[in-house]
């Protein structure tokens, strides 16, 4: 049994009803409905504004700042929050941009309104999505899919029965500057806003446009269509008659140039590759057009795959029987399930891990923008915290499943917006706080915004937070740990090495020999005042303290390997290492949000920035702390948003819990529309995750918390099915990744690993953990190695390894 199929047996009503597809570059949300069929676009390039977007008012000048710091930090020495919260206001400049739609694809039936029997599919294995309808004496075919290796969107319309008469239309909500059609083309050519506030910003005019083609991305959509029938133009539309097969390719090109540049502003020239590309897919048969993206969307799919059964075999037509039931059905059958909601259909939670691989090969590749909030699908002008990259755990989460999944290619893009932002954030970083390196705050976009938000008047909680430079040098070590060649270990080290010259420059001693940093913010919690008022920072935040751990770490390990061990910045990083905070611990037996451990407003809060260390950091806690973090979870409690219920899941299963992974699996599933309340997170029919609303990052950080379920490998040794859900009770994975790159597949029945079996591209040895046992493996170079267990599933001793050699 296998889990790669979505089947709705109705058209999409809504947008997070529709079934995604990508390229990379080129997002569509399929509707599928005979009658009115809607493909919603996204271009992953089409922003509003551009890089002068960032100083629009001015930037906040040196002296400003240093002034709004030094207030800050006396403010925190004399115990009054309140002042430092809004001194460091001043160092807030405006918003980022937003990720935008560009426009919709309709087909239109003529049509006898006869009703028609629907089902669409979306095929994760092939990336492709498919509506079949019937009634009495027609059926109507359409597939589409995305090529990667093409470049374009094919969508083909086959009828078997009567001739039909379609209308196919471009629309779009921005500034449309021309139409054209002419022959067997139809195109758009649209401008961006030069700016979109985000909703929660109260600005006069929060979406507004400028002539000036540098001041905001221009972009065409064109289309090419094949048909039987005979093509006539009727002013926006396109009327296809007398037809029994239409192929319509599609593609979109833009003026953006790279992450971080300004437009090229040349929309003849954005045309002209667009048609183009059409010219080069039209030359090629339909046949070839699809072999040759299903080979290289399989290139990376098929690395990994899951299969999860209870213990029993299900009686046939049960759900956990039959993936290719209606997937809003079996959702259902989960949110009405009497008990635990997966036990009767556990391979839901199977088909979730393969949809979030299959997203973020979707919406990031090689050459691409990263994902952002919502992968690279958007609906709105004015997008949920304007679909931007907020790199204060979202953006970072859409990439945790990367690299333990197979999917290294899908973590570039992340690294060229890392790269922008380390040039962009280096002048920040000194005119704001006098710091070497680079830094960058929890909001970013294509232009490589890296400044603090808020206008002046931003809740410092999650506008200052010059940390996020730290932390996004975690994904450059963590692609080294998993095998990266030294050539990207010379790229990382500017980035690494500069993110910690910044961090380090933050520091002070907090205490005699003990460093942090004195004024800092713990996204997104508050400290609660005296006067039962709210304030945003304190002082050294637990997570500041503990990503300059981790972010330290990494950069002497980096050190090390390109013979940088006496660099400036690595001697200062050794030095500090051993007199950063240590975690502390709070009244209430949790780790604490900051070194003071001052009253928090919200111990129930969604984020849980204090337990970075545990994941996706490394630090290795000691049996005390590992229970101070246990505690703080537990009065966090499980209720979340999507992205945090992830987080959890993560953390959950790096302390060996595999009930309360189990616990946080059940809350992934729920229903999305369901009025919880504001911080409440499940799955709309589409399995898209919601916050609420939707984010791609729960999609995608489920993906790595459930790698972290199954395989671990941050302590020096790889450890096999460390926190196993018993729904889970029997099944198989096949080509997870463990640190240092090495390919493991495992078996387990009755919640017992059966079988294990590990390869590396290199020779090497590594030590491995199973069932509390451990033994060294010698591991030959495409080699397959079992992993040799004793009936019980247990590794035999050490030297009865040994001696098996």
Known sequence: MTEHLLVHHSSATAWVEALPLGNGRLGAMCFGDPVHDRFALNDDTVWSGSTSSERVGGAVPREVAAAALEEARAAVQDGDLGAADRAVRGLQQRYSQAFLPLGDLHLTLADDGAPWAVRRELDLATATHTLTAERPGQRLERTAFTSAPDGVLVVTTRVHGPALDLAVRLTSPLDVLTRRGEGDALELAVRAPADVAPTHEPVDVPIRYDDDPLASVRAVVATRLLTDGTLTHDGELVRVHDATHLTLLLTTATTFVAIGEPPHGDLGRATAAARERLDAAAARPLDDLHARHVTDHARLYDRVELDVRPSAAPAAGSPSDAPALDTAERLRAAWDADGYPLTADPGLGALLFHYGRYLLIASSRPGTLPANLQGVWNDRMQPP????????????????????????????????????????????????????????????????????????????????????????????????????????????????????????????????????????????????????????????????????????????????????????????????????????????????????????????????????????????????????????????????????????????????????????????????????????????????????????????????????????????????????????????????????????????????????????????????????RAHRLELRAGVAAHVPLDRAGNPPAPEATEAAR
């Open 385 to 772: 915290w304007s679909s931007n990259y907020t790199v204060n755990i979202n953006t970072q989460m859409n990439y945790w499943g990367a690299e333990v999944t197979g999917l290294a290619e899908c973590h570039e893009p992340l690294f060229d917006l890392v790269d922008a932002l380390a040039r962009n954030g280096t002048e920040i970083a000194q005119r704001l706080y006098g710091a070497r390196g680079w830094v960058a705050h929890h909001n970013a976009d294509a232009w490589a915004f890296a400044s603090p938000v808020g206008m002046g008047v931003g809740n410092p909680a999650w506008a200052f937070w010059p940390m996020a430079g730290l932390w996004l040098a975690r994904h450059h070590c963590e692609h080294i740990a998993h095998g990266a060649p030294r050539a990207f270990a010379e790229r990382a080290w500017r980035v690494v090495r500069g993110a910690v010259a910044a961090g380090l420059d933050l520091l002070e001693e907090i205490e005699p020999g003990v460093l942090g940093t004195a004024v800092s913010s713990a996204p997104e919690n508050e400290v609660l005042l005296p006067d039962g008022s709210r304030g945003g920072v304190a002082r050294a935040s637990t997570m500041d303290v503990e990503l300059l751990r981790d972010a330290c770490t990494g950069l002497l390990e980096l050190a090390a390997l390109l013979g940088h061990e006496d660099d400036v910045v690595v001697r200062e990083a050794r030095e500090a290492l051993p007199h950063l905070a240590p975690l502390p611990v709070g009244a209430d037996g949790g780790i604490a949000e900051w070194f003071d451990d001052p009253p928090t407003f919200d111990p129930t809060h969604r984020h849980v920035s204090m337990l970075y260390g545990l994941f996706p950091g490394a630090h290795q806690l000691t049996e005390a702390e590992r229970a101070a973090a246990v505690r703080r979870l537990e009065i966090r409690g499980d209720e979340a948003t999507g992205w945090s219920l992830a987080w959890k899941m993560a953390l959950w299963a790096r302390l060996g819990r595999a009930d309360k992974v189990e616990d946080l699996l059940a809350l992934m599933v729920r229903d999305a529309t369901e009025d919880r309340g504001p911080w409440s997170g499940g799955l709309y029919l589409n399995l898209f995750s919601a916050a609420p609303p939707f984010q791609i990052d729960a999609n995608l950080g489920y993906v790595g918390a459930v790698a972290e379920a199954l395989v671990q490998s941050h302590r020096g040794r790889i450890e096999l099915l460390p926190a196993l859900p018993a729904v889970w009770h029997t099944g198989t994975v096949r080509g997870l990744i463990a640190r240092p790159g090495v390919v493991v597949d495992l078996r387990w029945a009755d919640g017992a690993l059966t079988d294990a079996v590990l390869r590396s591209a290199v020779d090497r040895v590594v030590d491995v953990e199973a069932a509390g």
